[in-house]
């Protein structure tokens, strides 16, 4: 008989839906709860050699002015090796939230945008983006976040921001997911003149987007047309040219929510999360998925 793709090791109780998650080290994983808590989880293995999840900290990120939880939207992880490494979130309170991932006491709030922040993520150590309902990016100083360092538009288009990714190495260099199913590719190296290139991958609602980790040229987004695509936005003559790579299920028919590349093999399989309940895993170059 053939071996399961994956065996649960561990679960612990979460409160409220889980919006968001990442693992900031080998032994933590921090969530962002409907609840507009920001969670941190240790990794742990008991006496017998089983893996365990256990609750370490736990802090309400986000509420609106008459004191009910807001949404935690999305979670970034600073991009540093510092023992002091600082998480983020956003939420549907209009505030960014950040503190050290060893100190959620020392968590910060501000208010910086009237509207539902929908993505938020470091292009560097000091620097935070969001995307917001509004279709705006804004760019914010970690050191001074009252103050908008800018703001980005189309336009040309009314967009909702779905979510944001910002490049692993050139910090000038940003992807949106937008309501409508495009993927917007932003060069932010002028912030008074940024240009913009929208590719037209979805069909509906990117709901995450993301730089592939072994070749940044390559965006991968999901969307509610229940598809991941990988986009191919750079060419020359060393690489293969610009387009889409659309990856799909035939017995998945909803929304594709999130997705993970893993890195650490050949071929750096994609695995994606649906709606549908499924685990989707991408087989080979070819476009399809297997479904779990």
């Not at 999130?258 to 709606?275: E, H, W």
Request: hydrophobic residues 40%; contains cysteine.
């Amino acid at each position: 008989s053939s071996s399961p793709l994956a065996t649960l090791v561990a679960k612990v109780k979460h409160d409220g839906d889980v919006h968001d998650i990442a693992a900031p080290a080998s032994d933590i994983v921090a969530t962002a709860s409907s609840f507009g808590m920001i969670s941190i989880y240790n990794i742990g293995h008991t006496d017998n050699g089983d893996s365990s999840l256990s609750l370490r900290e736990a802090v309400t990120a986000h509420k609106f002015a008459n004191g009910e939880p807001a949404v935690a939207t999305s979670l970034s992880v600073q991009p540093t090796n510092s023992a002091d490494a600082e998480i983020a979130s956003c939420g549907e309170d209009g505030r960014i939230s950040y503190a050290p991932i060893l100190r959620l006491d020392a968590l910060q709030r501000h208010e910086v945008d009237s509207t539902v922040i929908t993505g938020v993520c470091w292009p560097m150590p000091t620097q935070l983006a969001i995307a917001t309902r509004a279709g705006q990016v804004k760019l914010f100083d970690r050191r001074a976040p009252a103050e908008v360092q800018a703001v980005f538009v189309d336009p040309s288009n009314t967009y909702e921001f779905e979510c944001i990714a910002a490049h692993p190495s050139q910090s000038f260099r940003l992807a949106t997911g937008t309501d409508t199913g495009a993927v917007l590719l932003w060069d932010i190296r002028n912030p008074k003149k940024p240009t913009m290139e929208a590719f037209n991958v979805h069909e509906s609602n990117v709901w995450s987007v993301g730089f592939h980790p072994s070749d940044a040229a390559k965006i991968v987004s999901c969307s509610e047309d229940a598809s991941l695509a990988v986009t191919q936005w750079v060419s020359d003559s060393d690489r293969q040219s610009r387009g889409v790579r659309h990856l799909s299920g035939f017995f998945n028919t909803l929304s594709v929510n999130c997705f993970d590349v893993c890195p650490f093999t050949r071929t750096s399989i994609i695995i994606a999360g649906s709606d549908s309940g499924n685990l989707l895993m991408e087989k080979t170059a070819a476009s399809d998925f297997a479904i779990y």
